[in-house]
């Protein structure tokens, strides 16, 4: 098995929660995969723990990602109480002791070894206090200037614009997209991580008008991505596209 190729010009291909189209979603695994590759980026997913730490991981519960293994809300218990938890791989199996569910400092460090950049997606609402805790603990690891943060609730962008003015943040949507979209984002100065069928050359030259960045998910047929590429968008994220 191998990544889909393709020759992207000027646009940057980010690896959807690691390389997830070789190696388990959101796993050291997935994410030293990518960075042996030629991703620009490598995207990953945030929560933070009952106790109060920065757990890596996409769903809100435990139940589908660990194959029922253990069945626990990733944001209301410890977390040690999943850490040591082995995932199925991506075929199933159970061999492999090294697919656990990382923390922040894992992926945080396995991207600045390979001098990748970070594109952080925060997950569900966070508090400010725990933004500030999550900024702060990136920054302590010398590598807040090379993360990206995304993120579908407004009010996390909006917070983390102020407590970062010099990071680029992406407000996450999936939904069709017009002109006071567009102003909402130049009055806060964030850019856009829209799904890639929201997505056409008009639009993207409006947005490039504008001066916002166009990020696009999660686009695994190279024909569409080729089509995006002409399109001009500035990022393609994909599990499997290289």
């Known amino acids: 098995m191998n990544t889909l190729k393709i020759d992207s010009g000027k646009t940057c291909m980010i690896a959807h929660r690691g390389l997830s189209g070789l190696e388990k979603q959101n796993t050291c695994a997935a994410f030293v995969a990518a960075a042996n590759r030629s991703y620009w980026g490598i995207e990953t997913d945030v929560h933070e723990s009952g106790d109060g730490k920065f757990v890596i991981f996409h769903d809100d519960n435990t139940k589908k990602i660990s194959g029922g293994v253990i069945d626990v809300n ?25 697919l656990r569910i990382p923390l922040l400092e894992d992926y945080i460090s396995i991207c600045k070894k390979y001098e990748k950049m970070c594109v952080l997606e925060v997950k569900n609402p966070f508090s400010e206090d725990a933004l500030i805790r999550l900024v702060k603990e990136i920054d302590e690891m010398h590598y807040l200037h090379r993360v990206v943060f995304i993120s579908f609730d407004w009010n996390n962008c909006v917070t983390l614009r102020r407590l970062v003015p010099e990071n680029a943040i992406q407000w996450l949507t999936g939904d069709p997209f017009g002109e006071e979209d567009i102003q909402k984002l130049l009055d806060n100065r964030l850019d856009l991580d829209i799904h890639y069928s929201r997505l056409n050359k008009e639009l993207v030259d409006q947005l490039h008008a504008n001066r916002i960045t166009v990020n696009c998910w999660t686009c695994d047929n190279p024909e569409k991505a080729y089509e995006l590429v002409n399109m001009g968008v500035d990022f393609i994220t994909s599990n499997i596209i290289e």
């Open 74 to 98: 990733i944001e209301e218990v410890a977390y040690d109480v999943y850490a040591n938890v082995v995932l199925p791989d991506i075929d199933g199996s159970t061999h492999r002791a090294d």
